[in-house]
């Protein structure tokens, strides 16, 4: 056969990856800058709200290489392209208030702020996608759209983004996390439920306050909240199904200031998961019908906040679906990544636009990178990097093709 014919049948096969733009390829030679990128970021991260820096960064590369800009208080929306067919990708930019522990090059050089949960590492690896896609603009046949997003962490930075217009005209959305508990490389991917809704909770129980040595002239709070932690936990055990799931968690109790002295009133508050609807509005009812009987049984008067603040996280199963046939045309190391309780913002894009989130392993015991997301001494395996950055790229060309 003659070459010419042989080159045309290759190009030709459904196997075969482009030979003039490979995503794995065009990642593998920004490897360096994209950890460069996650390193700045890293040194100097910003709470909720307080992406100033980071977010003038992302745009003056993004304005740089092409790309539209729509601001969105520190968020960014950048379009590259145009078609009938649109693309998302996102990436949260946001730190939490924790003291990095970690002896490093890059520490966090903001005292009490950190990259604990991967954001800096979310935003360079999609800056590197940005840069790649703009690169090869003309090979896209639609437009891609980049959303960087703040205030993940308890503030809901998602739905301010879609209030400013992220997802109008949007067909598919994906989004990335590194992953501890997948080994370093791997792509981790799920149909339906990934992470769990998410609410918070808080109270107090009012009583009258008096001497610790004439406690039947006191109305006391504390047994009444010590009851009320433990039948807390009976919620779950006691009232859902066991084929399905959630928590309820107190996790901060404050009453008094002296040893002989019984508090007036004792304060609570914490956390509770679930994946179904259904299941947290069952754990809503039930902790306010026990603060309300607790109160009754102890003579005290009770208060009861609940917010939800995150719905479920659920992969829409035709795009965890083609996420694994794009993975696996270009070689990406896959798998399913199991549910977990913790929970993203990301489930606000998934309950308008069908789209996938996935997960990037970056476990490497041989490196100590072994500390859970939110932990001082967290960190990523920067060399897997670059493959988040390909997956999102061929993510994009594929779905446009």
């Known amino acids: 056969m003659p070459i010419e014919r042989l080159i045309f049948s290759l190009l030709q096969s459904p196997l075969v ?5 490979n995503p794995v390829f065009e990642a593998e030679k920004i490897k360096d800058l994209i950890i460069s990128w996650r390193r700045d970021f890293h040194m100097y991260p910003e709470l909720k709200y307080e992406e100033e820096r980071t977010s003038k960064i992302v745009e003056e590369h993004l304005r740089e290489w092409g790309y539209s800009i729509k601001r969105v208080g520190t968020g960014i929306i950048a379009d590259i392209g145009d078609g009938e067919k649109t693309i998302a990708l996102r990436a949260d930019m946001d730190a939490l208030p924790i003291q990095e522990e970690n002896d490093v090059p890059y520490k966090s050089r903001i005292p009490g702020k950190m990259h604990a949960c991967g954001h800096d590492a979310h935003t360079a690896m999609l800056l590197g996608a940005g840069k790649i896609i703009a690169e090869h603009a003309e090979e896209f046949n639609g437009r891609v759209r980049l959303i960087f997003q ?24 994906f989004g990335f996390h590194v992953w501890m508990d997948l080994p370093s490389g791997v792509i981790g991917i799920r149909e339906g439920p990934f992470l769990a809704g998410a609410g918070i909770f808080s109270g107090k129980l009012v009583g009258k306050g008096g ?3 004439a406690p ?24 859902v199904d066991p084929i399905e799931t959630g928590v309820v968690s107190v996790t901060s109790v404050h009453a008094g200031t002296a040893f002989n002295v019984i508090p007036e009133k004792a304060e609570f508050k914490g956390t509770f998961r679930f994946f179904k609807g259904e299941v947290g509005e069952l754990i809503k009812r039930r902790m306010d019908e026990i603060a309300r009987g607790v ?18 996280t659920i992969n829409d199963p035709e795009m965890a679906g083609f996420a694994r046939k794009v993975a696996e045309k270009y070689g990406l190391k896959y798998g399913e990544v199991p549910p977990t309780m913790g929970a993203e913002d990301f489930s606000f894009y998934l309950q308008r636009v069908p789209g996938a989130f996935l997960a990037l392993g970056i476990r490497n015991e041989e490196k100590g ?10 960190d990523v395996d920067e060399d897997v990097l670059h493959l988040g950055t390909a997956m999102e790229v061929a993510l994009a060309l594929e779905f446009l093709r």
């Open 17 to 21: 990856v482009s030979m003039t733009f």
């Open 150 to 173: 703040p205030a993940e962490e308890g503030g809901n930075g998602a739905v301010k983004m879609i209030e400013g217009g992220a997802l109008e005209g949007v067909n598919a959305i």
């Open 211 to 213: 001497h610790g040595a």
């Open 216 to 239: 039947h002239e006191a109305r006391d709070p504390l047994p009444a909240l010590a009851e009320l932690i433990l039948a807390y936990q009976t919620i779950v055990s006691r009232n």
């Open 295 to 312: 109160a009754i049984a102890h003579n005290l008067e009770y208060e009861l906040s609940i917010d939800e603040l995150t719905p479920p």
């Open 369 to 378: 990178i072994i500390y859970p997301h939110h932990h001082p001494k967290f």
